[in-house]
């Protein structure tokens, strides 16, 4: 217990100060010594992110340093990811995922993509600066049961509203699912989403509710046929 913790310690810190050698040391010791490589990506690497968030804020980092973190973050998810069971959930399902146009923010949406892999989705990355159409194109080709929507700006968030709009006209069925920083229960209330979530966590926990939900309606339906 207390070398687990030392490890998230660690890969928390290694991100802080863009240590991508003391990441990578660590993630390897996770796997090697038979920990939770789950763990280790939340409550070490993305811990740290978010404590690097708070050290942009308070204006201690700037964007490069921003930027040397989250490359120290992607070298320990890199090899703790594979890691991780894929089966634990026993989800079906396809989702797509994207920074909304106008954002190029992506850690938080990674994060999430990551979820939702792990979990068992097939997930269609669509990158970030995302045009609001292509988010319904996609849905449209690939019949995706969830969108993700992430921005981190409240300029990019506007556009989610459109998104919604055009998504829910064609493909009713569609679930969407919003995040982000400048993202609340309300707004997404608003913007018309099926879902909101403010961490990686919760988004996989709301996802899986809301397509159950989904499916029940859709399994009576057909059942009363
Ligand atoms: C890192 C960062 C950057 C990096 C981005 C690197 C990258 N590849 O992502 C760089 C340095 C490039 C950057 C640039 C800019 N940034 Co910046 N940035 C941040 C910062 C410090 C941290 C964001 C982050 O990665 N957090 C860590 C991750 C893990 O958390 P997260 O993103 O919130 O994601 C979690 C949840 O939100 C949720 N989630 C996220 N997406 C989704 C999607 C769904 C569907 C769900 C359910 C959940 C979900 O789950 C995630 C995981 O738990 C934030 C401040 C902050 N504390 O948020 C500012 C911040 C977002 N940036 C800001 C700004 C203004 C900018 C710039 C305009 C600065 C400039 N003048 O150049 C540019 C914008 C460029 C652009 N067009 O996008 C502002 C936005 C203000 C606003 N409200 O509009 C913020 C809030 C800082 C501030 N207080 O001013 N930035």
């Known amino acids: 217990m207390r070398r687990e913790k030392e490890l998230l310690e660690e890969l928390k810190k290694g991100v802080i100060h ?8 660590a993630a390897e010791a996770v796997i090697q010594e038979g920990f939770n490589a789950y763990e280790a990506i939340f409550e070490g690497l993305v811990s740290g992110m978010e404590e690097v968030g708070r050290l942009y804020e308070e204006q201690e980092y700037f964007v490069p340093e921003m930027l040397l973190c989250s490359d120290a973050m992607y070298i320990g998810l890199n090899i703790l990811r594979p890691h991780i069971d894929r089966n634990e959930y026993g989800i079906t399902g396809i989702a797509i995922i994207g920074v909304v146009q ?14 939702f892999d792990v979990a068992g989705f097939e997930v269609h990355d ?4 995302v045009p609001l159409e292509a988010f319904v194109e996609k849905q449209l080709n690939t019949e995706a049961d969830l969108v993700c929507l992430s921005a981190m700006m409240t300029t990019s968030m506007i556009g989610m509203k459109d998104i919604i709009q055009m998504i829910k006209e064609k493909s009713p069925n569609a679930k969407i699912l919003i995040g982000g920083a400048p993202v609340t229960e309300e707004i997404a209330v608003r913007f018309g989403a099926d879902g909101y979530s403010d961490d990686a966590h919760n988004a996989l926990k709301t996802a899986i509710s809301i397509l159950s939900t989904l499916k029940e309606i859709q399994r009576e339906k057909h059942g009363n046929k």
Not at 126 to 129: K, P, Q, V, Y
């Open 126 to 129: 669509l990158g970030t600066d």
């Open 18 to 25: 863009y240590d991508e050698e003391k990441v990578a040391a």
């Open 102 to 115: 106008g954002d190029v923010h992506d850690i938080g949406k990674n994060i999430v993509k990551i979820m």
